[in-house]
């Protein structure tokens, strides 16, 4: 029927709530509850052996894996409006537009379609999978076999997942400093000096802070895994504490990207 075509072709219209962040401290804080949880999955992944077929051609076989996960995620909000969790292989989101009529207001969200997914992706792959590099395995198989290619890339998944969305955090990071700071951030967003957008964002003493927890943690689950008995090599502390602290860098790398987007597109 007619009505029905119509139905069909009318996109529909989404009104997306005024959201407004919280302060620095408190984002400070949430970012640190994040980082156990990550660790504590980067532990787990990092005692799996590892065949580096499983991710020839650039993570091509574990992006596949994402498809369907993200499909049923998105099916249950994960990737709604405000959540600052983003897919890592659906299509990108739509911005919001600064209006006469809706000025958005210094520390109101304001969606960009920015996303650093690709570059924690291909971090994933070309840098820490090639340091995952367990010869044994927690698998008992009759058949003698040492890898479950499904658990590797389940744990690879919640592992991109949970950096995905700390990296994300870095969106209302943004808008909590821009609104600190707005004819600060607003000239030099006219001018698209993103280089002293970073310089202005970046706080070198957080970052230290930052590294030096995710250090604590490391420690903390490779002493767990040991004292628990797991058969563990003599360099695996040591090799857990480098895999993390590269894993941190990265992560503290793009969510400050993620913030100098952000902050591009916040007169949009
Ligand atoms: C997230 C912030 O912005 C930057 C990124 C940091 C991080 O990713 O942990 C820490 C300090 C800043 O250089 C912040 O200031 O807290």
Redesign the pocket.
């Known amino acids: 029927t007619t009505e029905s075509s119509d139905v069909q072709q009318r996109p529909p219209v989404v009104q997306r709530p005024a959201l407004t962040v919280p302060t620095?401290i408190q984002?400070?804080d949430i970012?640190a509850q994040l980082e156990a949880p990550i660790i504590s999955t980067l532990t787990e992944r990092f005692n799996l052996a590892t065949p580096s077929s499983l991710y020839a051609n650039n993570g091509s076989e574990l992006l596949a894996y994402l498809v369907p996960r993200e499909l049923i995620a998105a099916a249950s909000g994960r990737y709604d409006y405000g959540k600052l969790e983003y897919p890592y292989t659906l299509p990108p989101v739509s911005p919001d537009v600064t209006t006469r009529t809706n000025s958005f207001a210094p520390g109101r969200f304001h969606q960009d379609t920015f996303t650093g997914n690709k570059e924690l992706f291909d971090f994933y792959v070309n840098h820490l999978v090639p340091l995952f590099s367990s010869q044994s395995s927690v698998f008992f198989h009759l058949d003698n076999s040492t890898t479950n290619h499904d658990a590797t890339f389940n744990l690879d998944a919640t592992l991109l997942e949970l950096i995905s969305h700390r990296s994300h955090i870095?969106k209302v990071?943004a808008e909590s400093?821009f609104a600190s700071n707005v004819t600060g951030f607003t000239s030099l967003i006219k001018s698209k000096d993103a280089t002293t957008i970073r310089a202005l964002?970046?706080?070198?003493t957080?970052?230290t802070g930052?590294m030096a927890q995710a250090a604590t943690a490391a420690t903390a689950f490779s002493n767990a895994w040991t004292t628990s008995g797991a058969a563990e090599t003599i360099s695996f502390v040591g090799s857990l504490q480098n895999v993390t602290s590269k894993l941190f860098r990265e992560?503290?790398d793009v969510?400050?990207d993620i913030?100098v987007q952000y902050i591009l597109a916040r007169l949009n």
Do not use: C
Not at 201 to 204: I, R, S, W, Y
């Open positions: 620095l984002i400070r970012l870095g990071v400093k964002l970046t706080n070198t957080q970052e930052v992560l503290i969510t400050t913030e």
